[in-house]
């Protein structure tokens, strides 16, 4: 039983993160090394952020589409990719020897730390789509999708990125369909995860409290 100043440590980090997710994505840079921090297992660390990111993700897509910003009709395609695609890479990454993962981990964050840094600036909005909506769901869902499934960090992002670039479509929109296949995704691995009975469900809760609070301003703002 984790003690009361730590899970309240952890809930307030995971509404910095809710929010910032929300809004660019990326909060799982935030969220993932604090777990580890806090003394959860790679496997564990990256269960129990699921729980706790699918509350997040699944508040900014109710409130996004709440507002209208969000054509879910249009994005079922890219759901079932996207779905399928973060099975596969929860499946892959239960199978990594938990020493790989604590070489890996590190190595994926740094890397992940020096895109957003250096690698987003020169983002240009695409003046026509780029990729059909087919050809966006089975490529750009799938692969981020396995991403979000065996690692996950900055998935927001990279989906945000995509939509903006291969889709023409703006900031606000392409945050809007990025929480619904991040939501997607974050169902998927823990669906996954729970049956492998690595959740920390206490944390996760506990978490998920900041993440719906946090998701929910920034999605509004």
């Known amino acids: 039983m984790?003690?009361?100043e730590l899970l309240l440590t952890l809930m307030t980090i995971a509404t910095v993160a809710g929010w910032v997710d929300a809004i660019a994505g990326g909060g799982g840079v935030i969220i993932l090394p604090s777990l580890l921090m806090a003394g959860l297992p790679p496997l564990q660390a990256l269960a129990t952020n699921k729980l706790q990111a699918s509350f997040g993700s699944g508040t900014a897509t109710l409130n996004f589409l709440r507002q209208g910003q969000l054509n879910w009709r249009g994005a079922m395609l890219a759901v079932a990719c996207t779905f399928i695609g973060a099975a596969c890479g929860t499946h892959a990454v239960r199978w990594l020897p938990r020493e790989a993962l604590n070489t890996l981990i590190p190595m994926l964050l740094i890397g992940l730390a020096l895109f957003l840094l250096f690698g987003t600036r020169n983002i240009q909005v695409a003046r026509s789509p780029r990729?059909?909506?087919a050809a966006?769901?089975?490529l750009v869902g799938s692969s981020i999708g396995f991403y979000d499934g065996f690692f996950g960090r900055g998935t927001g992002t990279f989906f945000?990125?995509?939509?903006?670039m291969l889709r023409g479509q703006s900031m606000v929109t392409a945050t809007a369909n990025t929480k619904l296949l991040n939501f997607t995704s974050n169902l998927a691995a823990l669906l996954f995860f729970m049956f492998s009975?690595?959740?920390?469900?206490?944390i996760g809760l506990t978490m998920a409290v900041g993440q719906i609070l946090g998701a929910w301003i920034g999605s509004t703002m």
């Open 136 to 138: 966006f769901a089975l």
């Open 131 to 133: 990729l059909s909506n």
């Open 160 to 164: 945000a990125v995509a939509h903006m």
């Open 2 to 4: 984790p003690d009361i």
């Open 197 to 202: 009975g690595q959740v920390q469900w206490i």
